[in-house]
């Protein structure tokens, strides 16, 4: 049982290859057709984690592809379309998580911390533009003496 | 104050390893339903072939009392190993079973009854795409819904319904909705 | 036997590291030469008995010892040799020996090549990474040891995953560790430097050779499972953002961040602290990958065995590595003596610049990757976190790092003059706009994504500035006959970094022009049926069922003809394999300068109508491959950089050795 628990959890269990949407499924007008592709792209399979319904080939990715494409046809607009499948299936079918106070920290957090980073280094700035005011120009001439010197080893060493 | 800022990785290091804590005793997969306390989907199913005309399944069907709508297919796996607890279930006369053979030829969703027992009162067929299991939010089968005397979904309960699990946890739910 | 000789080298081996972990770092503080001395023949016994145990079972593997409960479960005796070999990293209990064979390796080297690091820092570092030894061995013995006998020995094994049994993916995980644990020598050293209390340029330089190896070790490694996931899962994509490449892809931030720093410390020395910082961090952003993958924390395509037995112990391997380092890192840094001084404008300001991007960069993929954790471990709910999230989110963030990149290296060190640089770039400026602008009347205007004219234009912008950079070192427009001899006198270094950014340039290309143009036709098509995808028609010309040595195989034939002559004859496979029972698609991919011509046969038509066949024409995906390829040369043209060279450099004049200090 242990070894079948083991095996059953094998590397790569799930990636399987994917050949998704068969043509018998595909939408006649191209138009609607790309439209259900794009909104396919951005729901999750559920059976196969990190896989869009359209990437998937499990059997529930392809009934949630035909659904879609149901629902195109019969005239919904692209946010009916992921409303109706929200409302089954939760925030979690969605690839891009949507914007509201539980993902808040997800989409501002970059660029927070981007902003912090700046932020962090404009201080050492100017931190240390205080600093070598106070103590010029000595501290740069050692500066400048210890890169010579540097240069100076590294031209010898070799 | 600049000491502070050398203290900020462990910290950060501290609170994500907090997470990984409570991580490590959640399951990623396990995905609540939304549809608890919604109403049942509309839905109107065909019986399976053989059996009475009016023995399929609808909204209209699942008021008045409490029950439960099980999920299951003739390929399904687990279903197998569900379906006696089911069957023993059923003895116990405490609730009504309803089950939706899902993405399945009806045809073979009734043999498969007939080689395992049928616990259902009423059964419906929901071939692919299977429609009404997505409405249900049905990621898998077996799943298994209780729905309340006014129709509303009140659990969803995920893989087979083994002896635990309906004692632990399917029968308790189910006391208390009759209580109301 | 052979297998219990594998079991008793890895104790052994154990044995071993707890003294280098010990000694030398009591012989450092104490000044004992001779205990500090004990690390280099360690770090080899260690090497030995470790390579003993990888060759005890790769020797399992290759005999089909089925008595190995690791070989049942994941060989069987009709793999073609290669696949058996490379098996023994398809699973996790022996890609977990791949992994502390390599850190033992790299140990041995710090040994083999390090004859002149000072003996304080070399002992140091030598028992830090026998620490991070000790905890790998430990996890292998306790929780996942590879020679766990099964008896009775079945007939024959469970076989390996079919999508496995491919040279992508059968190389992919080596390269992936070479570079995840390659960072644990620049990991060792800056512990090793926060015990001495000293970051000097020579340290850096000592560091930089072990991080650009492992630099180009782990970027063959992405690239590698790009490639694989490319050809083999049949349908043109390359990158999918899953938990698993985001675990390798944040060390590659960190890593690349970490390389630009310690440039910093070499010339400058200065950004001493956030360099230890760094290469902390992207060691335990490398450790962080093997958690997640490892422990059931994160759901992923290509997770393994997910146990939280395992689990649990390394998270704890984690505090005690990370967690103990940035507490040392806590204590210690602060003293650092802060280094050369330079103005915002300047070399050091872009290279720092580069690290706060990069730096934010691996964050936002940290956060994207963890945050369903974070989400259900706070109770707000189960969310998913795919592509689209991180394509809005992290590539914008990339390009005021690309558009720095052409600028930076024309900065002087300490004050740089932007203005100066700039009007040098005017005719990059202008020739990157009017590609931008040519790319935008080509595709038709808003027929096609509004962002991919801005990512040629930013490509053409980074390969004209790096461009106009080595010109101008070479003085190629002020005295060309005297270029070429200035280009060869040219350190490999500056080499090194020319390639790299022309390539990330040419990648930029071809990652827009496959992301914004690629065409796809799906249809089912009967023998001698034609379908024209982006000028080439592909005519399906027979389908045929082959065998292969152990999967059954049907094969199609096209004719792929280009202004009605024709251009090549392709032939995909859909293949079944036996064991286990998995089907795969090979697809047939013909490369041209300007993209993939690429064909995949699918299932036959239940009403027996024909087949389902996937046509393709992927722009530029070759300029991608070729851009990866080139970026690796840079490195290991710079890597051949004599100053490079490992243990070459001496510390300066002036600093004492450390022992003697102590």
């Known amino acids: 049982m242990r070894l079948l628990a083991l095996f059953a959890a094998a590397w790569l269990g799930l990636a399987m290859p994917a050949l998704a949407a068969e043509p018998s499924e595909m939408l006649k007008d191209p138009a609607l057709e790309k439209r259900a592709h794009a909104l396919g792209k951005d729901l999750r399979c559920l059976v196969c984690q990190s896989e869009s319904i359209e990437d998937s080939n499990a059997d529930l990715a392809r009934d949630l592809r035909i659904i879609v494409r149901e629902r195109i046809s019969a005239g919904d607009s692209d946010d009916q379309v992921m409303k109706f499948v929200v409302d089954r299936y939760g925030d979690y079918v969605l690839l891009n998580p949507p914007f509201k106070a539980t993902t808040l920290v997800l989409w501002v957090g970059p660029f927070v911390l981007f902003v912090v980073g700046l932020a962090v280094v404009w201080r050492v700035y100017g931190r240390r533009a205080a600093r070598a005011a106070t103590i010029a120009p000595a501290p740069l001439s050692a500066d400048e003496k210890r890169r010579l010197d540097a240069l100076l080893k590294d031209g010898a060493g070799k | ?180 | 036997m052979i297998a219990e000789i594998g079991h008793f080298a890895l104790i052994l081996a154990l044995a071993v590291a707890v003294v280098q972990s010990l000694v030398p770092l009591a012989g450092a503080q104490r000044g004992d030469a001779a205990w500090m001395a004990v690390a280099g023949p360690a770090s080899m016994a260690q090497f030995l008995f470790v390579g003993v145990a990888f060759a005890a079972l790769t020797h399992a593997y290759m005999v089909s010892d089925f008595s190995v409960l690791n070989v049942a479960q994941n060989s069987h005796t009709d793999k073609p040799m290669l696949y058996k070999v490379t098996g023994v990293w398809g699973n996790h209990e022996g890609s977990l020996l791949l992994w502390i064979t390599i850190l033992a390796l790299f140990g041995a080297a710090v040994t083999a090549f390090g004859r002149n690091l000072p003996p304080g820092l070399k002992a140091r570092a030598l028992s830090i990474q026998a620490m991070v030894s000790v905890g790998f061995l430990l996890f292998i013995l306790l929780t996942s040891n590879p020679f766990e006998r099964l008896d009775p020995a079945p007939f024959n094994g469970q076989g390996l995953n079919p999508l496995l049994q491919d040279p992508g993916l059968a190389f992919h995980p080596p390269f992936l560790y070479l570079g995840y644990v390659g960072f644990s020598m620049a990991f060792s050293f800056a512990i090793a430097a926060l015990i001495e209390g000293r970051v000097d340029p020579a340290w850096a330089r000592w560091v930089r050779p072990w991080t650009l190896a492992a630099w180009i070790f782990l970027t063959c490694g992405i690239v590698l499972g790009s490639w694989w996931a490319y050809y083999e899962l049949g349908w043109g994509g390359w990158w999918y953002w899953d938990p698993v490449e985001n675990a390798s892809f944040m060390p590659w931030l960190a890593g690349t961040a970490l390389l630009h720093s310690a440039v910093v410390v070499e010339k400058r020395d200065a950004l001493k602290s956030w360099t230890i910082l760094l290469a902390i961090v992207t060691f335990g952003l490398s450790l962080l990958g093997t958690f997640l993958v490892r422990s059931g924390v994160i759901t992923s395509v290509h997770a393994f065995a997910s146990d939280p037995g395992r689990g649990v112990f390394i998270l704890g391997l984690l505090t005690v590595v990370v967690g103990g380092s940035f507490m040392l890192y806590a204590v210690r840094a602060p003293s650092l003596k802060v280094g050369g001084l330079f103005a915002p404008i300047s070399r050091e300001g872009a290279l720092l610049l580069n690290n706060v991007l990069m730096a934010t960069g691996a964050g936002t993929v940290l956060l994207g990757t963890l945050y369903p954790l974070f989400a259900d471990a706070l109770d707000l709910g189960k969310v998913s976190v795919g592509p689209p999230f991180f394509n809005s989110v992290f590539l914008p963030l990339m390009v005021p790092m690309v558009l720095a990149m052409a600028i930076g290296p024309l900065l002087a060190w300490k004050r740089g003059d932007l203005p100066g640089v700039l009007s040098r770039l005017k005719l990059a400026v202008a020739l990157s706009a009017a590609v931008a602008a040519a790319t935008w009347v080509l595709q038709g205007g808003s027929a096609g994504p509004w962002w991919a004219a801005g990512g040629m234009g930013l490509a053409t912008w980074l390969f004209l500035g790096t461009l106009a950079e080595f010109a101008e070192r070479v003085r190629l427009f002020r005295s060309p006959a005297q270029a070429l001899g200035r280009a060869l006198a040219l350190p490999r270094a500056a080499w090194g970094m020319t390639l790299a950014h022309a390539g990330l340039a040419i990648f930029i290309a071809g990652m827009t022009a496959s992301s914004a143009w690629k065409e796809e036709k799906v249809q089912t098509m009967k023998v001698g049926d034609t379908v024209e995808v982006s000028g080439y028609a592909f005519t399906l010309a027979a389908v045929r069922d082959v065998e292969g040595p152990n999967y059954l195989a049907t094969e199609g034939t096209f004719e792929v003809r280009t202004g009605g002559e024709l251009f090549a004859t392709v032939t995909p496979e859909k293949r079944t394999y036996r064991q286990p029972p998995r089907p795969t698609t090979e697809a047939a991919i013909v490369g041209t300068f300007l993209g993939d011509v690429y064909a995949v046969i699918g299932d036959a038509d239940p009403q027996g109508g024909g087949w389902v066949t996937r046509l393709y024409f992927n722009p530029l995906v070759p300029w991608m491959w070729a851009g990866a390829l080139i970026m690796v040369v840079g490195g290991v043209v710079s890597l051949s950089d004599r100053r490079h060279r490992v243990g070459a450099p001496t510390r300066a004049r002036g600093s004492r050795p450390a022992a003697a200090k102590a």
């Not at chain 2, 990984?20 to 839905?43: A, C």
């Not at chain 2, 007939?114 to 409405?135: F, I, K, L, M, Q």
Request: overall charge neutral; glycine content about 10%; some cysteine.
């Open chain 2, 1 to 180: 104050m600049r000491r502070l800022v050398y203290l900020l990785p462990v910290a950060v290091f501290g609170v994500l390893a907090l997470f990984f804590v409570r991580g490590l005793t959640l399951n990623p997969r396990d995905i609540p339903s939304v549809l608890i306390d919604k109403p049942v989907p509309e839905m109107n199913l065909a019986p399976l072939p053989g059996r009475p005309a009016d023995s399929g399944l609808a909204t209209a069907d699942l008021k008045g009392r409490v029950s439960m709508v099980n999920i299951f297919g003739s390929w399904c796996i687990a279903c197998v190993q569900e379906h006696p607890v089911l069957n023993w279930i059923k003895g116990q006369g405490i609730v009504s079973i309803h089950g939706i053979d899902w993405r399945d030829d009806p045809a073979e969703g009734a043999k498969w009854l007939r080689r395992n027992g049928d616990p259902y009162e009423r059964v419906g067929a929901d071939p692919p795409p299977g429609r009404t299991a997505v409405d249900f939010g049905v990621t898998g089968a077996p799943e298994t819904f209780i729905v309340d005397k006014q129709g509303v979904i009140r659990y969803k309960h995920i893989g087979p319904v083994t002896p635990e699990a309906w004692e632990k946890i399917l029968l308790p739910i189910i006391r208390e909705l009759e209580q109301k």
